[in-house]
């Protein structure tokens, strides 16, 4: 099974200093039929005005991945963390018993374009921590990066859940092939650009709930970047 979502029919809120699409059900947004996908919560497509940000709130148990597309994002958080992520970070926070921070458009010129992904934890009430990592262009090119997962498995960041994140960068001739293992389930979320998986054309927002699949290929991208999602 392969059940495309198409951009459009996301969620939306557009605040001025925030252009927020909303994969799934999120703060005034709301859609019982979309309220996540296995053990994935949110997926928010954001762009924030120059000088715009979230000024510190809270979080708890859960599991949040920042994936900048273009742009700085400055991070501060009471554990101390302060750091400005930028195209190709990947920012991961485990909430567990609270955290507070705050995220900032670092520059005063430009909007800062990145996906805020929730995933729900096996666990609860565990210590709260940090991690970012930078993953190169050329470990993405043609083939799915793992950058986040249970293990820290291939140098990837880790979360507290039996879930792993890939990145890829798709264009031209280069094609992809994946085998979900049994009982796996997925979800791919095209973050810019256009491909094909398995002959479906998705483009730039387009996600894609993925069941029972004995093999997923991507092919013709046209600059397409996309994740996906490996999911209990």
Known sequence: ???IRNAQDRGHANHGWLNSYHTFSFAEYFDPAHMGWRTLRVINDDTVAPKGGFATHGHRDMEIISYVLD???AHRDS???SATIRPGDVQVMSAGTGIRHSEFNASAEHPVHFLQIWITPDRTGTAPRYQEK???EH?????LRLVVSPDG???SLQILQDARLYAGLLNGAETV???????RHGYIHVARGTLQVNGITMTAGDGARISNEQQLTFTNGQAAEFLYFDLP
């Open 134 to 136: 930078f993953f190169a």
């Open 79 to 81: 554990m101390g963390s």
């Open 1 to 3: 099974m392969i059940e």
């Open 177 to 183: 092939v994946h085998t979900p293992a049994d009982n």
């Open 71 to 73: 742009g700085q994002l």
């Open 153 to 155: 498995a291939d140098g």
């Open 139 to 143: 470990e993405k090119r043609g083939q």
